[in-house]
């Protein structure tokens, strides 16, 4: 290849890329949408059927990813899984990131005390094994999901404070609050109307990835029995009712965790897609 | 000198975070529901041997002496007694620590030998199909939930090719090293995606930096500039957001501890929250925290010590 010809590969092939990612993630996103709205519809059999002539079958065609200890068809607990799962993920991130935005904007913009004793929150928090926190809130609480969120909107804000705050840092000393300040806008008009807006795009992005961690921690936490409860279809669950077949039945918890991995895999490309493409356009 | 001296002051900065979380532990485990006398004792205790286990743990005092007396003991060197062990909660600790230290230092050396050959294939060959397996790799790495990555390991390393035992700890030191080899790759495999990302991401730029290009034009060779002027300043973000994971690595040692049956800190944490075990969840979540704020100290002063441009 010729240097000029390369060289021109070389500027467009990065904003390219992010797309690509970007759209490779939004189609497996898609996939899993369809699965979830769909399951009735595509799964073969009943999740929560019990076929005691069925029992632990290896993967097969009658069965393609086998069947569990009570018979149970592990593609249809899959498929139905997906709703449980992509709904851990989309309101697990909600929360923490309506409630960590506000706050931090509101530390940042006015600052000294308020700042200080938010900030110091923000510290306490985060000295703390994130998982432990979740798992101690979720004692208190009660095992289920609605607990679950609970925990992580007490705890998830924290990381969504901190970025939002940095940014109002920088933001606020620029001339358009001036401006704004000299029209004689509220405070909160000038925070959430002009400040925010300007601020919320690396918070955007860091909530895809953050998507990945709630997954994880919604499977851990059911893993753990804490989480979604049986006879429930969730492939945290399913993971850890596998456990105790390792030895006989590879496929009870292997085929869940793949559905976890995928559907990570599917966040993670759109949260690198869109902050590629972000920097792109820079 | 002067650029050290936030390792007298910085500490001072701890006391209150450290404050908030020992106010924060002790409202967290009050607020869980049970009793632990009657968990204790059992659902058919006598109301009167409920009251002697009260008050011998000093449970039917107001919950602020007891806080009190906790500080109190603290600043005393003591952490109280197990209610279900019935031993000195410190003494408890000392026997559990060996597992989760083991575990923690074992897979962030395993993590670090995983990430810098891999980032390192990605940052010098960019663009190419080996940067882009690195890439499909670690971000697929991220996605892995430890607790089915513990079992996949299990499956083909213990029960197929029988390599390995499949839970528990050991007694002597080679019986537990040879336990602990799937537990640390558990945990280096997802923290190995993190740091191959990240390191990547700062080999690059640094290869692309002033100094680097600087090196090159003074006739160093490509392998000296990136071994010698690239990797070392690439590194200490890398370690910085090591630092900054490990209160969710300790997360994790929790996980893996419950799969694989270790006899750690993470498991006595989740046996003393259900058990409801006051003594035990106070001591090991200060721990569990102070070891979080010294790992991020040491991490700033090795940042001071790597690079003499950073002033704290």
């Known amino acids: ?282 | 000198m002067h650029r050290y001296r936030f390792v007298l002051f910085r500490p001072l900065q701890f006391l209150p975070v450290i404050f908030g979380i020992s106010v924060l532990t002790f409202v967290l485990v009050r607020l869980i529901p049970g009793d632990p006398a009657r968990m204790l004792l059992g659902t058919r205790a006598t109301a009167s041997a409920i009251e002697k286990v009260r008050a011998q743990y000093g449970l039917d005092e107001p919950i602020w002496l007891q806080y009190f007396y906790f500080i109190k003991n603290l600043a005393q060197g003591e952490m109280g007694r197990s209610i279900v062990y019935k031993t000195d909660v410190l003494k408890l600790i000392a026997t559990r620590i060996e597992p989760t230290l083991v575990l923690v230092l074992g897979s962030v050396l395993l993590a670090l030998l995983i990430a810098v050959p891999m980032a390192t294939l990605a940052s010098r060959r960019r663009g190419t199909m080996a940067d882009q397996g690195v890439r499909v790799v670690s971000t697929l790495g991220l996605g892995m939930p430890s607790f089915w990555i513990a079992l996949m390991l299990m499956i083909v390393f213990s029960v197929n090719l029988d390599w390995f035992p499949v839970s528990g700890y050991g007694r002597s030191v080679s019986d537990k090293a040879v336990h602990m080899v799937l537990p640390c790759l558990t945990v280096a495999l997802s923290l190995s995606a993190i740091l191959t990302r990240s390191l990547r991401a700062s080999l690059i730029a640094q290869i692309n930096s002033d100094q680097a290009t600087a090196a090159r034009a003074r006739g160093l060779p490509e392998g000296a500039v990136f071994w010698r002027h690239v990797m070392p300043n690439a590194l200490i973000p890398t370690l910085n957001l090591l630092a900054v994971n490990i209160g969710w690595l300790i997360g994790g040692t929790v996980i893996v501890e419950s799969v694989f049956a270790i006899p750690g800190m993470g498991q006595l944490l989740v046996r003393g929250i259900f058990s409801r075990d006051y003594m035990v969840v106070q001591a090991v979540a200060m721990t569990f925290a102070v070891a979080t704020v010294l790992v991020n100290f040491l991490a700033d002063i090795l940042t001071v010590a790597a690079d003499p441009r950073v002033k704290l």
């Open chain 1, 1 to 282: 290849m010729s240097a000029p010809a390369a060289a021109l590969r070389l500027r467009i092939f990065p904003r390219f890329e992010g797309r690509i990612t970007l759209f490779l993630g939004l189609a497996v996103l898609l996939f899993f949408v369809l699965l979830a709205v769909f399951a009735p519809l595509i799964a073969p059999y009943d999740p929560i059927y019990q076929d005691g002539t069925a029992r632990l079958q290896a993967p097969g065609w009658a069965h393609p990813f086998g069947t569990d200890n009570f018979g149970r068809d592990i593609l249809s607990r899959v498929i139905w899984g997906t709703r449980v799962d992509l709904q851990i993920a989309v309101l697990g991130v909600i929360f923490p990131f309506v409630i960590g935005t506000t706050i931090g904007t509101v530390a940042g913009y006015f600052g000294g005390v308020v700042d200080a004793v938010f900030m110091r929150i923000v510290d306490v928090v985060l000295a703390f094994p994130y998982l432990v926190l979740i798992i101690a809130i979720i004692a208190i609480l009660g095992p289920g999901l609605k607990s679950f969120y609970i925990a992580l909107a007490l705890v998830g804000w924290v990381s969504y404070a901190r970025l939002i705050r940095a940014q109002i840092l920088v933001l606020k000393t620029a001339d358009f609050v001036l401006a704004a300040r000299s029209l004689g806008y509220s405070h909160r008009r000038i925070m959430f109307r002009h400040l925010l807006p300007n601020a919320l795009v690396g918070s955007i992005v860091f909530s895809m990835s953050d998507t990945v961690l709630v997954l994880l921690g919604g499977a851990s936490i059911s893993f753990l029995g804490l989480g979604v409860q049986p006879p429930t279809a969730e492939w945290g669950i399913m993971v850890s009712e596998g456990q105790g077949f390792i030895t006989r039945a590879w496929w009870m918890p292997t085929f869940p965790g793949l559905a976890i991995l995928a559907l990570s895999f599917g966040f993670s490309l759109v949260a690198d897609g869109l902050g590629e493409w972000l920097e792109g356009r820079k």
